[in-house]
């Protein structure tokens, strides 16, 4: 069965400190999405990055990155500089079933990140 | 382009009341889920659907039917509320197949807050 684990319930950090929020997975699909959302204290998703399971090329844009790592299941998201903007909770989340054609996300319990001015 | 629309945005039930959520998408998607969120657990699959005329269990429908009868709509159902179904709930809606640029992803309505008393 699909599993995302996010072990850090909460994450407080002063502003301009840089933070790392942990995502660890479990699948048996061969093809598979990885996913980062941002809820902020408003309410909606956020979509923030996707990537796939053939493409372990890091990404970086702006003050956010991600690093992913097939051989650890890992895909970690780190703020550089965090702002008090960034204050959310964060969502890694799992596509399931893409060779079976069930396709639903499978979402970890989310880091909630406070920034303090 | 609306997107994906969730109706009501807010509501409060009585125990054992009924209520339909709806949902509508108007970007031609195949695939529709219902989500539920409640604090701490994120987010967990209802239902989805795969197509008009379809639907399919998820992690967690105890309490639940759901109906498809038109491609852009996808009705979630509560027969007889119950305080343990008070939460946030969520759709999404996605495409059957990849993207030509190998990328697949999900659009999400902006939650229905749903509260039983």
């Known amino acids: 069965a699909q599993k995302v684990t996010q072990a850090q319930t909460e994450i407080s950090v002063v502003e301009k400190e840089d933070v790392t929020l942990d995502c660890v997975y479990e699948?048996?699909?061969?093809?598979?999405?990885l996913f980062w959302y941002k809820q902020p204290p408003s309410g909606e998703l956020v979509f923030l990055i996707r990537?796939?399971?053939?493409?372990?090329q890091n990404e970086i844009s702006g003050r956010y990155s991600w690093n992913f790592q097939k051989s650890t299941s890992s895909f970690n998201f780190t703020i550089t500089a965090s702002q008090v903007v960034d204050s959310a909770v964060y969502f890694c989340?799992?596509?399931?079933?893409?060779?079976?054609?069930?396709?639903?996300?499978?979402f970890g319990s989310g880091t909630r990140l406070q920034v303090q001015p | 382009n609306a997107g994906v629309t969730q109706t009501p945005k807010f509501r409060v039930l009585k125990t054992g009341q009924s209520m339909t959520l709806l949902c509508a998408q108007d970007?031609?998607?195949?695939?529709m889920y219902w989500y539920r969120q409640d604090p701490g657990m994120g987010l967990r699959l209802i239902h989805y659907?795969?197509?008009?005329?379809?639907?399919a269990k998820g992690e967690v429908p105890d309490g639940y039917n759901v109906s498809r009868l038109k491609k852009q709509n996808f009705l979630l159902g509560l027969e007889s509320a119950a305080p343990s179904q008070t939460s946030v709930y969520f759709c999404?809606?996605?495409?059957?197949?990849?993207?030509?640029?190998?990328?697949?992803?999900?659009?999400f309505g902006s939650g229905t807050r749903l509260t039983v008393v």
């Open positions: 970007m031609n998607h195949e695939y």
């Open positions: 699948t048996r699909d061969t093809t598979y999405y």
């Open positions: 990537r796939n399971s053939f493409d372990e």
């Open positions: 999404a809606s996605s495409y059957s197949v990849t993207g030509e640029d190998g990328n697949y992803g999900y659009t």
């Open positions: 659907s795969v197509g008009e005329g379809t639907t």
């Open positions: 989340a799992l596509s399931e079933g893409m060779d079976t054609g069930r396709r639903a996300l499978t």
